[in-house]
């Protein structure tokens, strides 16, 4: 099954707005307390410090810009459920415009202001329904902003990750939007209604073919908390490593998820 054939969850406009705004204002206040040291260590991707990391968040937020920029699309020309299968196009670039990032702008806390008060004016000057053009195909502003809620949790996680100690928070909705967009792309990815994903607080899926389960306890039961899944979800840990530390419970023959996880890196 398509993401284009699959009902599509729907988001508050404002309430991701909101939690957008409050995650990219955590991470700028995290950076604010790093040393040169600091934004020197090496992170899990590939070979970025943690300086590419906070380039590459900021980049993540203005290409809303970038394509608010460019000419609208004539009309809608995808979903929602098509963006997570379209990350992991033009990694070498990504890396080419993080790297220019970081040379032209030398202070990590001064970039990440700017990117936010350029994104502020950018939603205040559009609206919700005005088209893009984005890496999953023509999307409105207000499904593509939702995507940004994964972008920012996940790297905020890979800061947290590189800097010991760190610890800066998740905003709730932030992670609501996060974990539920990625918890229906697996539905996507794997159609079916024998085994049933819980990751509470915030989302419960059907998916993986097989007997459909309509009553009772499911026979097939997976359950983790978010942020091991938005981990599982992007590479970022092993079903196998998950399940042997206690982090991910499944029971049921159709409960083994590791042969569709990843959904994206």
Known sequence: MSPARTRTRTYDPARTRTAVLAQLGTVREAVRTLTPEQLALPTRLGDWTVRELVAHIGMAVTAIGRSLDRPEPPRQGA???DWPFATSAGAPAIDEFTRGIV???PDPVAYL?????????????HPGSRILETNAGALPLADYLVTRTVELVVHTDDLN???PGLEAPYDRQALAAATRLLADALAVKAPGGSTEVRIPPYAVVQCVEGPRHTRGTPPNVVETDPL????LVTGRLAWA???ADAKVSASGERADL????PLMS
């Open 113 to 125: 202001a700017d990117v936010e008060r350029d994104l502020v004016a950018r939603l205040d000057a």
């Open 228 to 231: 091991t899944w938005i981990r």
């Open 79 to 81: 979903t929602l459920l």
């Open 161 to 163: 990750a590189a800097v």
């Open 241 to 243: 490593d998950a399940v």
């Open 103 to 105: 040379a032209r702008h």
């Open 258 to 261: 590791g042969g569709l996880l």
